[in-house]
């Protein structure tokens, strides 16, 4: 299988005249894990949006596998998008579906197989991940990190060349955390010419799962490079995000109430 990397060049995106990020000019290197590092709110899943083509950019380009992705014919576009699995925040399962039948849609959307073949494909990317005694449990009756992993069960099915992965560990426990860090690992030893992207805050995280590191801040990317480089900048800024500083910023947490709301507070509160 063919390797993809994913550039942006001179990449603006946004939403209307709102900006996120601008100018960001970076390469996520082909079949290596990269993750896209920042704080909240900085930008991290619209840039995931744009590699998947959810969104299109105000201006620059991204590029998969030297393609212009929004250049595309409409045709080549769907090729490409049929590439790429996505493990969303939540998992993204459909209450009324068992687990293989969720893990399934993707082929018995879109092949014409007969059901005993596509409900045998699901229970091998579910015995992968672990779930295969869980195949008709409906996701309800699941567990957070089950519902993760069934989820990125879905997403590796049709084996695409690009896995992308918001949040892959928010709202985990450390431990469950730690299990799907090992699984993202060992999944991607296993299809070793995939490209994974996985945006995250989690600095574990990154430290079991990245080769590459692409850190946004203040609407650009101010640092793109192998991990063990990122760890080794003495940039004031990266040390204090890897480090989890609180910086020099101080919060005026006593703010004293109005007068008359706190009468009013203490009144109803009495009442």
């Not at 994913?6 to 996120?20: P, Q």
């Not at 590191?213 to 650009?220: A, E, H, M, T």
């Amino acid at each position: 299988m063919q390797t993809w990397d994913i550039e942006f060049r001179s990449l603006t995106v946004g939403y209307g005249e709102h900006v996120v990020l601008r100018d960001i000019n970076a390469v996520l290197p082909a079949g290596k894990v990269s993750v896209i590092l920042g704080g909240s709110g900085g930008g991290k899943s619209t840039l995931l949006r744009h590699i998947i083509g959810l969104s299109r950019p105000i201006s620059g380009s991204v590029l998969i596998g030297g393609r212009d992705l929004f250049r595309l014919g409409t045709r080549e576009f769907r090729r490409v998008r049929r590439q790429m699995g996505v493990l969303f925040q939540d998992g993204a399962l459909l209450g009324a579906l068992s687990l293989a039948q969720n893990v399934a849609l993707p082929l018995s959307e879109h092949l014409h197989l007969p059901r005993p073949l596509i409900r045998e494909a699901a229970l091998r990317v579910l015995r992968m991940v672990g779930l295969e005694d869980f195949a008709d449990f409906f996701p309800n009756q699941l567990s957070g990190g089950m519902r993760k992993r069934a989820g990125l069960a879905r997403a590796i099915i049709a084996e695409p060349r690009i896995l992308l992965c918001d949040e892959p560990t928010s709202g985990l426990d450390p431990i469950t955390a730690a299990r799907m860090d090992e699984l993202l690992r060992s999944m991607h030893e296993q299809y070793s010419e995939m490209t994974l992207v996985a945006v995250s805050h989690d600095l574990a995280s990154l430290r079991a799962i990245a080769d590459h590191v692409l850190v946004l801040r203040d609407g650009g990317a101010i640092f793109s490079g192998p991990l063990a480089a990122l760890e080794a900048s003495d940039d004031p800024y990266l040390r204090q995000f890897l480090h989890r500083e609180a910086g020099d910023q101080q919060l005026a947490l006593h703010q004293p109430q109005n007068p008359a709301v706190r009468t009013a507070l203490d009144a109803w509160l009495d009442s």
